[in-house]
């Protein structure tokens, strides 16, 4: 049984290897790239959804107004701050023309909170084009040019950029770089750009997308209900007939996913069940299968002999194949794999709360709000 199993695993990993190498190696790289600048650049509205971010917005600020290139408008919208988030913004406000503020005190029914906050500022927004970030991303000089661009020079409608995680501790690395890699395996970036390909791509800290088919398409108010907004977002865009891309953009965005692990851990909280859905049954099928196929080989390996060894030594060396190709782009060290089957294992823990919390109260909470559980569901459905 044991060496039956290792074999499915090590035909599975070569399968998914073989896609995932060739996908993201496809992948452009936006520093990589050198796109001809337009005569005249379209105007560009940064749309920043903060709820007590007092302790990154301020950079995150200082980061976007540093951009040169296109015409610029920042919209922040303080979603019922209880820190200094709106006190940070107005004052950047009043010292810069470009930012304008959008202050929500009560969110309305049949929303969340982040894609109420997102879909108020695009409202306010008057850019052609729409930039969606978090409040805790930082942007390298230039990174607005070379993505707009890029956008403009390939004629993608939504572009999507890949940021760089940065982690402390090698824990922490572990759960994110895993995340990261597994989010990949399932999401196949590199297919949103082909038009025939049903697959989507969205990420929340870099989705820049033009003004009209945003519109077009519903904007967040066809989302409300979306825990999972970036990807639905996504989806939405590509289903609406947009072109869309991935790219990597380590040398131009980054951000501190999360300070500490417990925190990443309570965080993936939130997305884990609704990414299945919220259906018990899929979940369980995910988290026994990333535990045999992502934690079983490595426990395996050092407590077995013969083919059984071989073989799960070959599955580990696929793993490490795969971290050594992801390093370069990611920024993070190949070494990593090593924790792979600890980053997988609290990726399943916080999948299992996730699901437990969610069932057991019948809510999920994110941000200070508590949603209905039910809801949630028939607005995914919708």
């Known amino acids: 049984m044991l060496l039956a199993l290792a074999v499915v695993t090590l035909l599975l990993w070569w399968g998914l290897a073989l896609d995932w190498v060739l996908g993201v190696r496809s992948m452009a790289s936006l520093r990589r790239e050198r796109s001809p600048e337009p005569g005249a650049w379209p105007a560009l509205s940064v749309v920043i959804p903060a709820r007590d971010e007092a302790g990154a917005l301020g950079e995150t600020l200082r980061t976007l107004l540093a951009q040169d290139g296109p015409p610029l408008e920042v919209v922040v919208v303080d979603d019922r701050s209880t820190d200094g988030t709106g006190a940070i913004a107005a004052a950047a406000a009043r010292r810069d023309p470009r930012v304008r503020v959008v202050t ?3 969110l309305p029914g049949g929303w969340l909170g982040k894609t109420h906050a997102l879909q108020r500022g695009a409202d306010a927004a008057t850019g052609s084009w729409l930039l969606f970030t978090d409040a805790d991303v930082r942007f390298a000089p230039g990174a607005l040019r070379r993505s707009l661009g890029y956008a403009l020079d390939r004629g993608v409608d939504h572009l999507a950029v890949l940021p760089r995680l940065e982690a402390r501790g090698p824990l922490l690395a572990s759960f994110m770089a895993a995340f990261g890699l597994l989010f990949s395996i399932h999401t196949r970036p590199w297919r949103a750009r082909d038009p025939r390909s049903r697959a989507s ?3 929340g800290a870099f989705a820049l997308v033009r003004a009209s088919g945003y519109r077009t398409a519903g904007g967040h108010a066809a989302i409300r209900l979306g825990t999972d907004d970036d990807l639905a977002l996504g989806r939405l865009l590509k289903g609406a007939g947009l072109r869309q891309e991935a790219v990597f953009g380590a040398d131009d965005v980054a951000l501190a996913w999360y300070p500490d692990l417990g925190s990443a851990v309570r965080g993936l909280r939130k997305n884990a069940f609704a990414g299945m859905g919220y259906s018990i049954l899929r979940l369980g099928v995910v988290v026994v299968a990333l535990l045999l196929t992502n934690v079983l080989p490595f426990l395996l390996l050092p407590v077995t002999d013969g083919a059984v060894r071989v073989v799960n030594a070959l599955v580990v060396a ?3 194949l ?12 190949p070494w990593l794999f090593l ?12 999948a299992a709360a996730s699901a437990a919390g969610a069932l057991r109260s019948g809510q999920i909470e994110w941000r200070g709000t508590r949603y209905d559980l ?4 028939r607005g995914r459905r919708g």
């Open 104 to 106: 929500v005190r009560q």
């Open 374 to 377: 039910e809801e949630l569901r």
């Open 201 to 203: 791509f969205g990420i």
């Open 322 to 333: 795969v971290y050594a190709v992801d390093a370069p782009r990611l920024r993070h060290s």
């Open 339 to 350: 924790l792979h089957p600890v980053g997988t294992a609290l990726l399943c823990y916080a």
């Open 318 to 320: 696929t793993v490490a």
